[in-house]
């Protein structure tokens, strides 16, 4: 079973920027699509955006859309969510997900039971 591992979280400043970075330390991903959620305090998880097998197809949240990037290399099981222009309701718990396809073509790419593999997590705090 593929285990993910998420870092990169810390607290950061309204308008900075974050790069978090998943990677695979047991077992690979490199045949899924690969997805980052979020959960806020008091909040349901919530897709950020997900980036395909081949790092050709991404969708983003439209909360985020514009200002965070994913990318991805297979060569080091690593899928990476660059965070700009962050606000203070990007505050959550970061989790990556493998996803059960190899890529999205619809919008279901959002919902939690598409992924099968999940991190523990990391922390992003956004302050003013």
């Known amino acids: 079973q593929v285990q993910l591992v998420e870092s990169g979280g810390r607290l950061a400043q309204a308008g900075g920027s974050l790069t978090l970075s998943c990677t695979a330390s047991k077992g690979s991903f490199s045949q899924a699509a690969v997805g980052w959620f979020r959960q806020a305090p008091a909040k349901e998880r919530e897709f950020v955006a997900v980036?395909?097998?081949?790092?050709?197809?991404?969708y983003f949240a439209d909360s985020v859309k514009g200002r965070f990037t994913i990318s991805r290399d297979n060569a080091q099981n690593t899928v990476t969510l660059q965070m700009n222009s962050l606000e203070p309701e990007d505050t959550a718990v970061y989790y990556c997900a493998r996803a059960k396809r190899t890529f999205f073509s619809n919008n279901d790419y959002s919902a939690p039971l598409m992924y099968d593999a999940w991190g523990q997590g990391t922390q992003v705090t956004v302050s003013t």
């Open positions: 980036i395909g097998w081949r790092g050709v197809s991404k």
